[in-house]
């Protein structure tokens, strides 16, 4: 089993920045991909970005250059940065981290963008 704990959340101005983090716990080791969804209000949840253990990264069209992934395999986390925020970002923002054959989640954490 593996436990994720998102922190970072928060209501920014549009143009503003926020960082969000994820702590992965309990059977950690063979993890493979991490990564963010987010889900904005009457739409399915959407892949953000994507890093692999290696540090492979992968990003939505939307928000290329704006945002970036990073993660830390010896601290077990991984953390978004979120630069140039845009209303259209306003979701709930979910890590993931894959492990074997199953994708463990965290409880989500809202971003709000103001115009």
């Known amino acids: 089993q593996v436990q994720l704990v998102e922190s970072g959340g928060g209501l920014v101005q549009a143009g503003g920045s926020l960082r969000l983090s994820c702590a992965a716990s309990?059977?950690?080791?063979?993890?493979?991909?991490m990564g963010w969804y987010r889900q904005a209000p009457g739409k399915q949840r959407a892949l953000v970005a994507t890093i692999a253990s290696g540090g492979y990264t992968n990003y939505a069209s939307s928000v290329k250059g704006r945002f970036t992934i990073a993660r830390d395999n010896a601290k077990n986390t991984v953390d978004l940065q979120m630069n140039s925020l845009e209303p259209e970002d306003t979701a709930v923002y979910y890590c993931?981290?894959?492990?074997?054959?199953?994708?463990?989640w965290g409880q989500g954490t809202q971003v709000t963008v103001s115009s």
């Open positions: 309990g059977s950690i080791f063979s993890v493979n991909d």
């Open positions: 993931y981290a894959d492990r074997i054959n199953r994708r463990y």
